[in-house]
């Protein structure tokens, strides 16, 4: 392997706590590689990061189209951050559609580098400039930077057995090549990488890394940069990370719980945007003896699930908001014959299709009531992507002692979001409990529904076990035999175990944890993906001497005990939600506290500055908050 | 209660119980109507059962929703009332997870070709190794009396006061168009081909299809006797046998011969030569789906086995690739954690 010059030319080095890119692109550009490239260099460097990959809703929309832009946003610090960024520093565009989508976002005086080649009339005619943008002043309030990538590139790769169009898409390689150099990174990761990806294909490795080191050195040789960015290492605890995203620790998570319990996985879902990938992913996993299905449709995959938790194997399907809707009447075939299993739902932005490669929380009351009867389910939400391997596993925990389903929420945000991961240890991972029936002497009847005292957990009599064949289905049936029973006083007390079940539940989760003063004027209470915005606006309010403190909820079904009293330790309530006040009707409700909702549904996440000017709104600082959308964008637009 | 040592299904050569009829009779009181062609389907499962030589316990029935669908309430097995339509998504994640098991599904036309049609379609695509067993009442009796996907055209039901104008669905047809690998018809009132039907289904390796001509005494009454009673059975019949040719009436006296793709009736046919001589295993299933398509008075009903073919299962094909993978990479869980790009913070 080649070692890399690092021999630069005296060139001032600005230093920096934290820097949020943005490469954007047409779609068959490469930017989510670029972007991915990026973070893995930064994250091997020490930085701290965060992610935000964004994928237009066509697959192939029009070349150089507006809605064929496709973007990545990262954000790496020398400090613990939450999120991927507010606002970027700095933009990557690779043509003019990338451009105009994405400047609005680009804060004032950030640095925008642009493939100046990409600028012609008819790029510029399919992003509907009516006068080029790098001509006509409209990017004063920018530092632009215009090269010829594509011309470069060309050049890099003369004499490559290659198609000319083959070589346009090196493309991506020579801007990360640049943005490397720029902030300071060595080109090792990439080039390791791209070795071993392009080890059988030996034209593409040597036009990419060949374009890799243009950019690179056209950086180091060119006088438009004045300076250069460094971003230092971030203190995080010592241990081996490596990158995760929502999806994928969630496809961990629950392989994690397959091998924890000793019972094998079987998965059964219907491919749907953003979930796919949690099959993707677990279809790969056949030598732990996963086996996944990829059912006809979202009910044939809720019932498959129902069917694979009855014959006593760790059960699981995936979906996002309309699948979980089609999935409503087989779930609750699950809480009536009470089987432990686990639906995934990356929620995506509703009602009906909606959008769905954006983000948002609102199926929370779907999860919670979505159903026809009296159904009560568990409902888990983990805060960031890695806290998804986490609460599968909890989920998992969770169904098998109480018999009951336990919906995990996640979002787009989270299950495309990757973070740096410590990766556990396994013997620390907690061993899942599960317990089949046990046999009967033959004394008496084995009855399907005698309950655990401490959990009112049924007996879990799986097919195959000897002398407790018993019939169950979604007819009530006696609490006392199992037969199908009509009488009003077991409905009564059957309605009232079911949910008794998750009640108790309570006395199994962890307590509501509070990051800021105990006491206090204001708490912000959150739940799922809006973890990050919330805990650093709070952070920063802090900092200015507010008293306000952060909670977040990961446990939705049952709530943890002492949530009633954390809520009455503050003078208010704000509640962040990406829905219209999903949690707030159920706080509100239920604890007849005057929370505050404050509800964002752009199908983006919060930006830490929204959550600090509510807070501001709340405490008296300042007039009613208002949100500022800006234009059409692909990753930002607040 | 005896026993005998027989190879079981799953594979392990243990002492099986020889069971009987009444072993596979629940405690629980059988609500069918007087008279219900569904006693007769139950009673020949029981019987048949206990032929199979699988271990009690291993095996399920599910169903969905409908008269029949409380079969498994009736069954001393392990038994799952499901929800309408989807009887077929549990059994086949069921299979998936726990091959070794015995599963039937026992539908109606309701719910397995209206609710639950599109699951029918795709557990015979795949080959689930199941037997799916459908009565067919051609009315919707639970609900008391509205037409279904089998009822004949223009037929007056409680919602069809005026006759439906609604093509019927042939069920066999659908079944050999979804690639079904075993595609049956039997008829409740012939008890003996209903039981050696029912055995030949739950011995086949594939998804089993088998459509019961039942009737409904209360909303459907007499649906098949134009052509299923004693008296003009055999004229308006024909059993369908491999390797023989389709003869019918009550000396075997006429046939049915192909004109090109049209079946047609031979008066008094002679001899054999140029008649249709079935044949189940044929690979492809046009003429299976041909003769699903001939119905009185036009023709005599086929009854009987129309296709019995091999082919990989499912759950084979699924076992063998989980097989694979762990006989060839080495799994393990804490290097699949640190896969992709890892490193060391100090």
Not at chain 1, 78 to 105: E, R, V, W, Y
Not at chain 1, 138 to 150: A, D, F, G, M
Not at chain 1, 205 to 229: K, P, Q, S
Not at chain 2, 205 to 228: K, L, M, P, W
Request: net charge negative; glycine share 10%.
């Amino acid at each position: 392997m080649t070692t890399e010059s690092e021999v630069q030319r005296e060139r001032a080095v600005e230093k920096l706590d934290r820097v949020t890119i943005r490469f954007a692109g047409d779609s068959g550009d490469g930017m989510q590689l670029t972007g991915t490239q990026f973070t893995r260099t930064s994250a091997v460097f020490g930085n701290d990061i965060a992610t935000l990959p964004d994928f237009p809703a066509e697959i192939r929309a029009p070349t150089g189209s507006l809605p064929g832009v496709s973007g990545f946003q990262l954000s790496f610090a020398s400090t613990d951050i939450l999120t991927p960024g507010d606002q970027p520093d700095a933009l990557i565009a690779m043509n003019p559609a990338a451009l105009k989508t994405n400047i609005g976002d680009l804060r004032p005086g950030g640095l925008v580098i642009v493939d100046e080649d990409e600028f012609t009339e008819s790029n510029l005619k399919k992003a509907a400039y009516i006068s080029n943008p790098l001509e006509d002043g409209t990017l004063s309030k920018w530092q632009v930077v215009r090269i010829n990538i594509t011309r470069q590139n060309e050049l890099a790769l003369d004499g490559l057995p290659l198609p000319a169009k083959q070589k346009f898409q090196s493309r991506n390689f020579y801007a990360l090549g640049l943005v490397l150099w720029l902030y300071g990174r060595s080109m090792e990761t990439t080039v390791k990488w791209a070795t071993d990806r392009f080890r059988r294909n030996p034209d593409v490795l040597d036009a990419n890394l060949r374009a890799l080191r243009a950019g690179y050195h056209f950086g180091e040789t060119t006088e438009l940069f004045h300076h250069r960015f460094e971003v230092p290492a971030a203190e995080v605890q010592p241990g081996t990370y490596r990158h995760i995203s929502g999806n994928e620790a969630t496809a961990l998570g629950c392989l994690a719980a397959s091998i924890r319990s000793g019972l094998p996985l079987v998965y059964s879902s219907y491919p749907i945007t953003p979930a796919s990938d949690v099959l993707h992913e677990l279809s790969k996993f056949k030598a732990f003896g996963v086996k996944t299905i990829q059912a006809e449709d979202e009910i044939a995959a809720m019932g498959m699930t129902v069917g694979i938790a009855y014959g006593g194997q760790l059960a699981l399907t995936g979906t996002s908001g309309p699948g979980l809707a089609l999935k409503s009447e087989a779930l609750n075939l699950a809480v009536m014959t009470e089987l432990p299993l686990v639906v995934i739902n990356v929620q995506r932005a509703g009602p009906s299709t909606g959008m769905p490669t954006k983000t948002e929380q609102s199926d929370l009351l779907q999860a919670l009531f979505g159903r026809n009867g009296d159904s009560p389910v568990a409902v888990v939400a983990p805060a960031t992507p890695s806290d998804c391997f986490t609460m599968a596993i909890e989920a998992f925990r969770l169904a098998l002692k109480y018999m009951v389903p336990v919906i995990l929420l996640s979002d787009g945000y989270l299950g495309n979001g990757s973070e740096p991961w410590k990766v556990p240890v396994v013997d620390d991972l907690p061993v899942i409990e599960y317990h089949y029936a046990k046999p009967v002497d033959g004394s008496r009847e084995f009855n399907p529904y005698e309950r655990d005292p401490a959990t009112l957990a049924r007996p879990w009599a799986v097919p195959g076990q000897k002398g407790l064949m018993h019939r169950i289905g979604g007819i009530e049936k006696s609490g006392e035999t199992g037969d199908i029973a009509y009488d009003a006083g077991n409905h009564h007390r059957m309605t009232l175990a079911r949910l008794g079940k998750v009640e108790r539940m309570v006395q199994d989760i962890p307590a509501l944890e509070v990051q800021g003063p105990p006491e206090g004027d204001l708490l912000v209470l959150g739940w799922g993906s809006t973890y990050g915005a919330i805990t650093s606006g709070c952070a920063r309010a802090r900092k200015s001497g507010k008293r306000v403190a952060s909670a977040h909820l990961r446990y939705l079904n049952p709530l943890p005990a002492n949530l009633g009293e954390v809520l009455r330790n503050y003078g208010k309530v704000l509640i962040p939600e990406m829905n219209t006040g999903q949690l707030s009707l159920i706080i509100r409700g239920k604890y007849l506290v005057d929370a505050v909702p404050f509800n964002k549904i752009a199908g983006q996440p919060f930006k830490i500055a929204e959550i600090e000017g509510k807070i501001d709104e709340l405490l008296g600082l300042s007039g009613p908050y208002e949100f500022q959308f800006g234009p059409a964008s692909v990753l930002g637009g607040g | 209660m005896t026993t005998a040592t027989t190879g079981s299904p799953t594979g392990a050569d243990e002492v099986i119980p020889v069971l009987t009829r009444k072993d596979f009779v629940s405690d629980q009181e059988v609500r069918w109507c007087p008279g219900c062609g569904d006693y007769a389907i139950l009673a020949q499962m029981q019987k048949m059962l206990p032929e199979l030589r699988i271990p009690h316990e291993n095996i399920v029935f599910i169903s969905g929703i409908g008269c029949s669908s409380r079969f498994p309430y009736y069954m001393e097995t392990y038994g799952f009332h499901s929800i309408h339509g989807r009887a077929l998504t549990l059994a086949t994640g069921l299979k998936t997870a726990r091959p070794e098991l015995a599963v039937f599904v026992i539908t109606g036309d309701g719910d397995g070709l209206s609710i639950g049609g599109n699951h029918l379609l795709h557990a015979m695509r795949r080959n689930i190794d199941i037997t799916v067993v459908l009565f067919n009442n051609r009315i919707y009796g639970l609900t008391k009396g509205q037409y279904s996907p089998t009822s004949e055209m223009g037929k007056i039901t409680k919602s069809s006061p005026y006759g439906t104008v609604e093509q019927p669905l042939h069920p066999l047809r659908v079944a050999l168009a979804a690639g079904a690998t075993f595609v049956a018809r039997s008829i409740d009132r012939d008890t003996k081909h209903l039981e050696e039907t029912l055995y030949r289904a739950a011995t086949h390796r594939g998804t089993s299809f088998v459509e019961v001509y039942q009737n409904c005494v209360i909303f459907n009454d007499g649906a098949f006797d134009s052509f299923a009673d004693k008296e003009v059975r055999q004229e308006r019949m024909v059993y369908l046998e491999h390797g023989q040719p389709l003869r019918f009436g009550r000396g075997r006296e006429h046939g049915i011969r192909m004109n090109g793709y049209v079946p047609e009736v031979v008066r008094n046919a002679a001899d054999d030569g140029g008649l249709l001589v079935h044949n189940a295993r044929d690979a492809n299933p046009v003429l299976a789906s041909i003769l699903g398509e001939m119905e009185y008075p036009d023709f005599p009903v086929p009854i009987g086995v129309f296709r019995d073919v091999e082919a990989p299962t499912y759950n084979d094909l699924v076992e063998k690739q989980v097989a694979d993978a762990m006989a060839r990479e080495a799994a393990n869980f804490e290097d699949l954690l640190h896969s992709g790009e890892t490193w060391e913070i100090l």
